[in-house]
C-alpha cells in the first residue's frame, strides 16, 4: 500500500468516527416504549467507547447496569411530567440495550455491546412475581402476558398523588409498591389481567406511604396511626385508578 492510501484511509475513518459520534449525539435521548398512561425513555452516557473493526465497522461500547456509564431508563408520567428511575435486572437491561441496537442504530450499522457478567444472584433480587394462570393460556400468549403486566408494574410501582380536601391545602404524597406481587391471567382473550402485591408479613400493608413536605422531605407515614388507615385507603383507590387509566384490561387489587 502506498502512502498516499494510508493517508486516504486515515482521513476515511476521522470522517466515520466523525459521523458515529454525530449520529450518537442525535440518538442520545429517546422514547423506547409508549402506554397509555406514560412513557418509558432511555438517555446514552457521555462515556462510551467508539471503535472500527477492520471492515470499518463501528462498534459502541457502554456500561452495564450498575456502572456509572449504564444507559438510564427512566418512567414519564404523562399527567405531571414527572420523570422516576426505571429499574431493570441485568437480564432486562441487556434486552432494552438490544432493542436500541436494533430500533434506534442498527440501521446506521452501528453495533452497541457492553460486557456483560452474569449475576448469580440474579434470581435472588428483591422483586419478584409469581404467576397464576387461570384458564391454562398457551405459553406464547402467557409470556406476552406476563411481559406487558411486568412492564407496567414497573412503571407505576412508585410515583406521586395529590390529595386535594375542599376543607384544607394540597397534600402531596409518594407511594411505593411492594417489590413482591403476583400476576394473574384469567382470560384467554387478554381482557382481564390482574397484579396483587404482596403484603408484608408483619402488617399485609402492600406499599408504603410518605408525606412529601413543602421543602421536599420526604416523612414515612404508618398505618396504624391516627386516621392514617383511611389515608392509605383512599391512596390506594387513587393508584387502582392509576392502574386502570394505565391500561383497561389491567387490575390492581
Given amino acids: 500500500m502506498k502512502f498516499i492510501d494510508l493517508i486516504n484511509e486515515d482521513e476515511n ?9 454525530t449520529i450518537y449525539r442525535g440518538l442520545k435521548r429517546g422514547v423506547i416504549h409508549k402506554g397509555h398512561f406514560g412513557k418509558i425513555v432511555y438517555e446514552l452516557p457521555d462515556d462510551y467507547d467508539l471503535q472500527l473493526d477492520i471492515n470499518d465497522d463501528a462498534f459502541i461500547k457502554l456500561g452495564d447496569n450498575k456502572s456509572d456509564n449504564a444507559v438510564r431508563f427512566y418512567f414519564v408520567d404523562n399527567t405531571s411530567g414527572e420523570y422516576r428511575p426505571y429499574e431493570l435486572t441485568n437480564h432486562e437491561y441487556k434486552l432494552y440495550v438490544k432493542h436500541l441496537e436494533d430500533h434506534k442504530f ?19 433480587t428483591k422483586s419478584s412475581f409469581k404467576i397464576k394462570n387461570e384458564r391454562n393460556i398457551n405459553q406464547e400468549e402467557l409470556d406476552k402476558s406476563v411481559k406487558k403486566l411486568n412492564v407496567i408494574y ?49 402488617d399485609g400493608v402492600k406499599y408504603k406511604l410518605y408525606e412529601i413536605q413543602p ?35 389491567v387490575a390492581l387489587r
Fill in 154 to 202: 414497573k412503571a407505576l410501582k412508585n410515583g406521586k398523588i395529590t390529595i386535594n380536601d375542599n376543607d384544607g391545602p394540597k397534600k402531596k404524597y409518594r407511594y411505593v409498591l411492594n417489590d413482591v406481587y403476583k400476576l394473574i391471567v384469567n382470560d384467554e382473550a387478554g381482557t382481564r389481567m390482574i397484579i396483587a402485591p404482596e403484603g408484608l408479613v408483619e
Fill in 106 to 124: 442498527k440501521p446506521f450499522d452501528i453495533i452497541l455491546w457492553f460486557e456483560h457478567h452474569e449475576d448469580i444472584n440474579e434470581n435472588k
Fill in 215 to 249: 421543602n421536599g422531605e420526604e416523612v414515612f407515614i404508618e398505618k396504624d396511626k391516627n386516621l392514617n388507615m383511611f389515608l392509605y385507603t383512599r391512596i390506594w383507590g387513587k393508584i387502582v385508578r392509576r392502574f386502570h387509566d394505565y391500561d383497561t384490561k
Fill in 13 to 21: 475513518k476521522e470522517k466515520l468516527i466523525k459521523k458515529v459520534k
